[in-house]
């Protein structure tokens, strides 16, 4: 169950928002400033923050600048925002992927970190195994890591398995479909 903690000032607003998230299976927590906003994620974490800023701020209401990545049992999440293809790190920020890329993490996500073959893979691409060079899944996979490494400290953990395919290690989830 992904759990929610959303700030909101607009009581009707909320009341709206919470009733169609918790419809929708999600755990949900309203919270009223910025203070409790901070106290109940250092107690209890959230997979999603529902945040709305006043025109006017610059920064964040409350919180510290500096911490933790979103998680979940301890380890980083990554989401995968199909819709507008691209990979949200544990810290939040976008990464923009090709359509070739989303579809190799697309495939990943269904694995749920167990061996993808390079079948497996290739098809998720939408192509014909027998008929396409292995080579450019290896080359899709490399530009993929560079681009994650790039955009975060943590290296997106992607191993290959020689003669079978990849394994997909990092803790990835798909938002966004629909």
Known sequence: MIRIA?????????????????????????????????????EHGADVL?????????????????????????????????????LITPDGKPIPLSHDECCVLRAAVCAGRTL??????????????????????EALISRLRRKLASHFPVNFPVRGVRGHGYLFEAELQEIGTG
Not at 26 to 38: E, F, I, N, R, V
Not at 51 to 80: E, T, V, Y
Not at 117 to 137: C, M, P, V
Request: negative net charge.
């Open 116 to 137: 993808i073959s390079r079948k497996t893979l290739i098809e998720a691409l939408g192509q014909n195994f027998w008929h396409y060079d292995e080579r450019r899944l």
């Open 6 to 42: 959303i700030l909101e000032n607009n009581d009707d607003l909320l009341d709206d928002l919470a009733s169609h998230l918790q419809q929708a299976g999600c755990a949900t927590t309203l919270l009223p400033d910025g203070t409790s906003l901070d106290a109940w994620l250092a």
């Open 50 to 86: 529902v945040l709305r800023l006043p025109r006017h701020a610059k920064r964040p209401i409350a919180g510290k600048a500096n911490s933790n990545p979103i998680n979940r049992d301890d380890q980083m999440r990554w989401l995968l925002n199909s819709a507008q293809l691209e």
